[in-house]
Nanobody, 127 residues
Framework: VQLQASGGGVVQAGGSLRLSCAVS????????IGWFRQAPGKEPEGVSC????????WYADSVKGRFAISRNIAKNTVYLQMNGLKPEDTALYYC?????????????????????WGQGTQVTVSS
């Protein structure tokens, strides 16, 4: 079971990026996927998640209305479209899998609910 996040980069405030989380060794139909981020000197925090059925999503208040999570089953990939980026969005972004025993229509927001994790991708937003 592996997850690989990509798509990070350096962007000016107000810009957009699309992160991708490619998964292998399992299919998205059986796992919820969460996006998390960790800024320097801070604890990891949940950003967004999508249920294993794909019909349930959650967003942190700080990104609601700016970020959108989606997935492509055929490509076994989950995306995080980030618009209206702010300097405070600067962080290392990770994706992780969860869902064992969860409702297929919901996902969880806690870092500790997810395992395994993929390698992160850096997002830097300049002001």
């Amino acid at each position: 079971v592996q997850l690989q996040a990509s798509g990070g980069g350096v962007v000016q405030a107000g810009g957009s990026l699309r992160l991708s989380c490619a998964v292998s060794g399992f299919t998205l139909n059986y796992y919820a996927i969460g996006w998390f981020r960790q800024a320097p000197g801070k604890e990891p925090e949940g950003v967004s998640c999508i249920s294993s059925r794909g019909d349930g999503t959650w967003y942190a208040d700080s990104v609601k209305g700016r970020f959108a999570i989606s997935r492509n089953i055929a490509k076994n990939t989950v995306y995080l479209q980030m618009n209206g980026l702010k300097p405070e969005d600067t962080a290392l972004y990770y994706c992780a899998a969860g869902g064992s025993g969860w409702s297929v229509h919901s996902c969880r927001r806690s870092v500790t609910d997810y395992s395994p994790w993929g390698q992160g991708t850096q997002v830097t937003v300049s002001s």
